[in-house]
């Protein structure tokens, strides 16, 4: 039987964190669910068929390279609903530090508690990506930093032409 795994996030925009955390769960599930949330009461920076097409082409190398079928999704709803819509007996969950742990463990339980058909499962970020979270990345480039050491030139570009328009 295939195991399907369930990434969510905003992805805006998606960074080389993303990124680290999508190419090792593609090492334990045989396909890869991206779910993209798009909720109306938080203003993103990238639309999000953005953030789709800019996660299409940033995990294509993964998936030519691992053989993981990756679907990327858009949902506006609870992850676990999104990821039991998605067929995924596991959500997928990075971990930058302790902070990250704390909240996401809560949001395991409770996730648990409306899906124990469902499993989390929680990947610490490599040390050369730890420091990188989307917020950051945008509050830098709208200062008029370089953030492209953080995010593939796709993003880049689309991140440098969202803060001019």
């Known amino acids: 039987m295939a195991r399907t795994g369930f990434y969510p996030g905003s992805f805006d925009p998606v960074t080389y964190g993303h990124l680290d ?6 090492r334990i599930v045989d396909k ?22 800019l996660l299409h082409e940033a995990t294509k190398p993964i998936a030519e390279h691992t053989g993981v079928k990756i679907q990327i999704v858009t949902f506006d709803n609870l992850a676990v609903d999104a990821a039991r819509h998605s067929h995924a007996g596991v959500i997928i ?37 730890r420091m990188i979270a989307s917020s950051l990345v945008k509050q830098i480039a709208r200062m008029g930093g370089d953030v492209s050491p953080f995010i ?3 993003a880049n570009a689309a991140v440098l032409a969202a803060i001019k328009a």
């Open 21 to 26: 955390i999508v190419a090792r769960a593609a």
């Open 32 to 53: 890869l669910v991206l779910g993209v949330g798009t909720h109306h009461g938080k203003q993103a920076l990238l639309p999000g068929e953005t953030r789709v097409a």
């Open 93 to 129: 969950r990075g971990l930058r530090d302790a902070s990250d742990f704390d909240y996401e463990v809560q949001m395991a339980q409770m996730n648990g508690a409306m899906a124990p058909d469902i499993e989390t499962v929680f990947l610490a970020a490599s040390p050369a990506t």
């Open 152 to 154: 593939p030139k796709e």
